[in-house]
């Protein structure tokens, strides 16, 4: 037991561990250029969305060098190590954000892609990944051989993107983006030192200075205080997300027992898990509801653990056209992927009726109603075709003669070769 646990068993001579530890500090010269590089690769990898790029750029970085001599410096109450570490590590860190800021101000595109949001609502996970990652980092940088974990380190710690995310949120104004990724980017950083410090101490490497117990028991109690400010907030935003998560697993729970599995086609869907109520709104391809059919649908909403949450059921033609132009920026991820699935469906089966009705009533003054889309038939051949389809409702069927007559102006009104005209019951 003692062979398979023991971290001396391969471990390099401590005094050029230090050299290295304190070559790597610097950010003069070459150093200097790789950072800024790395800066920007990932930069551009956030904001074409690119996650290979940004991966590139985390094993190109340079950044763990000042977080890890931290790390050794406290370990070994070395604190003119540990001043030149900080400085170089607040030097790295305004470089960063000074890059990211000037790429993201000049660049024309600005939407927040998916690579840019995960990174700007850190929780407890991320404490995790920072602290593991970083032990397996530090064991690395003791080992005679290297090995392969410093690669997985650099993407797992991931130091950069929230970095050049912070970036983004100042050039583009949006500062809970630049807040929520900085915050992740001290959690990282944080994290990473502490566990280095936890290994330090492990190997017992000798103290640079001789120091009282009273100097080393603030040592220690200023690291439990930065781990605590760091943890409890984490531990929140992770509260936060996991229920956040479980409503929206019961909303699809929902939506499908209620809607999808009763044969009613959905073509646009939005949950708000942040507003007050919160609200789930959904439009359907044909399916029109009565306002009395929406309260009871939303009084389901409690069987399935749903509270304080308002069901929007939108039926207006004008609004399906209006969704098409929903910007990734005014939405969430998953909303962000549903109004793509929604454009895609909108150009298969909604016809564009702004006034469709109302004008339709001057032809055929009988009509209450009147719905026209696409609907999407099997042919013999199990192909499917699309037939536009129009719904009308009245007190008594139109004639031959009515019949003929709105045919006709809905081929001409909706630019089509044909459509079938159907009463609705």
């Known amino acids: 037991m003692n062979k398979l646990f023991n971290l001396h068993n391969g471990e390099e001579d401590k005094a050029k561990v230090l050299e290295n530890v304190r070559n790597s500090i610097s950010f003069s010269g070459s150093n200097f250029w790789i950072l800024a590089c790395a800066i920007m690769v990932a930069s551009v990898g956030l904001n074409v969305n690119s996650t290979a790029v940004v991966i590139g750029a985390m094993l190109i970085s340079p950044l763990m060098g000042p977080i890890v001599g931290a790390g050794f410096a406290l370990g070994m109450y070395d604190f003119s190590l540990l001043r030149k570490s900080l400085k170089n590590l607040l030097i790295s860190t305004l470089v960063g954000l000074g890059v990211s800021f000037i790429y993201f101000l000049l660049s024309p595109f600005k939407e927040a892609q998916s690579e840019i949001l995960s990174r700007t609502a850190p929780n407890i996970y991320d404490v995790i990944i920072a602290f593991f990652g970083g032990l397996v980092g530090v064991i690395a940088v003791t080992r005679v051989e290297k090995g392969n974990p410093i690669p997985g380190v650099a993407i797992a710690t991931a130091l950069m993107p929230p970095l050049c995310t912070a970036g983004y949120g100042l050039a ?27 290994i330090v101490k492990y190997l017992k490497y000798p103290a640079a200075e001789l120091v009282d117990k009273k100097k080393e028991t603030r040592v220690r109690n200023w690291i439990s205080i930065i781990t605590l400010l760091m943890i409890i907030p984490s531990v929140f935003f992770a509260y936060r997300f996991i229920q956040q998560q479980r409503f929206y697993e019961k909303v699809s729970h929902y939506v499908t027992k209620e809607f999808e599995e009763k044969g009613n086609t959905i073509v646009y869907r939005k949950t708000s898990y942040t ?50 132009k ?18 895609a469906k909108i ?43 129009a719904m009308y409702e009245s007190e008594n069927n139109l004639t031959d003669a009515q019949n003929k007559t709105l045919q006709n102006w809905l081929k001409a009104r909706l630019k089509v070769d044909t459509i079938e005209i159907y009463k609705r019951h």
């Open 172 to 198: 583009t104004g949006k500062f809970g983006y630049f807040a929520g990724a900085m915050f992740l980017y001290t959690i990282n950083c944080v994290f990473i030192c502490i566990a280095t410090f936890i």
């Open 275 to 324: 507003t007050n109520p919160r609200r789930i709104e959904l439009a359907f391809l044909t399916r029109k509801f009565t306002s009395e059919e929406i309260k009871e649908e939303e009084q389901k909403l409690s069987e399935y653990g749903i509270t304080n949450t308002r069901l929007i059921i939108r039926q207006d033609s004008a609004f399906l056209a209006q969704a098409t």
């Open 347 to 389: 150009d298969r089966y909604v016809f564009k009726t702004d006034n469709l009705y109302s004008e339709a009533k001057a032809i055929v003054p009988g009509l209450k109603s009147l719905s026209a889309s696409k609907q999407e038939i099997l042919s013999d051949k199990d192909s499917a075709v699309v037939i536009p389809v």
């Open 326 to 343: 929903i910007q990734n920026n005014e939405v969430s991820n998953d909303a962000t992927k549903i109004a793509a699935e929604l454009n």
